[in-house]
């Protein structure tokens, strides 16, 4: 599969604890991104990686939010003490460096509910 | 703030009717303007729009950017059940550091048989 994959799809924790999502993009894409999907609402920038530097944060990303993209390939999304208003589609998405790097490659996301 | 507003935030319609849905927005840096779809739970690419007036199409779907207007709208003829998804526009804007996509909050289709 040639697509953006996530893991887990689905996470249910409990208030307090921490949790950390995985995103692998397309291959050759060095800009990577994660986004925040609730209900009735479009994806919301959470932050963005070109290789492995972290290029944006959106004021959205508390403190308890962090993310990484140690070699310029995967990513993680950590969460630490998730508050029930941390429940959430969190959907990653890749694009490539070329001229039309704006058409992003959307992952099918990890389903976060906190208890 | 930039601002991506999309109407109507939701459509049922029968399988075979036109409809056309809408998007304005207000942002600084305005790089261009896309269209996903989102049945279930990736949204899919649709269509980049850049160019004012130039109509994008595909299949039975079709959008256009209004710049003047600050708008674009897409176009989905003749229906099918298929169809059944939301759409987001999304409106990409550059940064400092290069740029982000800023999405509206989608109008959810429903195409009944």
């Known amino acids: 599969d040639t697509g953006v994959s996530q893991n887990p799809r689905h996470k249910i924790t409990k208030r307090g604890q921490n949790v950390t999502f995985r995103c692998d993009p397309i291959s050759e894409h060095n800009r990577l991104y994660w986004y925040r999907q609730t209900l009735g609402q479009g994806p919301e920038f959470l932050t963005y990686?070109?290789?492995?530097?972290?290029?944006?944060k959106s004021r959205l990303l508390s403190d308890r939010f962090s993310a990484e993209r140690p070699k310029g390939s995967f990513s993680t999304l950590e969460i630490q003490r998730t508050e029930q208003g941390d429940s959430a589609m969190y959907l990653c998405?890749?694009?490539?460096?070329?001229?039309?790097?704006?058409?992003?490659?959307f992952g099918s996301g990890t389903q976060l509910s906190v208890l | 703030e930039d601002k991506v507003v999309q109407s109507p935030l939701s459509l049922v319609v029968h399988e075979g009717d036109t409809v056309t849905l809408n998007c304005s927005y207000e942002v600084t840096n305005f790089r261009s303007l896309l269209w996903y779809k989102q049945e279930k739970k990736a949204p899919t690419f649709l269509f980049m729009l850049t160019s004012s007036g130039i109509e994008k199409k595909s299949g039975r779907l079709s959008s256009i950017l209004d710049k003047k207007e600050l708008s674009s709208i897409l176009n989905i003829t003749a229906t099918q059940t298929g169809d059944s998804a939301i759409y987001l526009c999304a409106v990409a804007v550059s940064s400092n550091s290069g740029y982000a996509l800023n999405f509206g909050k989608g109008t959810s289709l429903l195409v009944t048989p």
């Open positions: 990686f070109q290789n492995e530097a972290q290029l944006e």
């Open positions: 998405a890749s694009s490539s460096g070329t001229a039309l790097n704006e058409k992003l490659f």
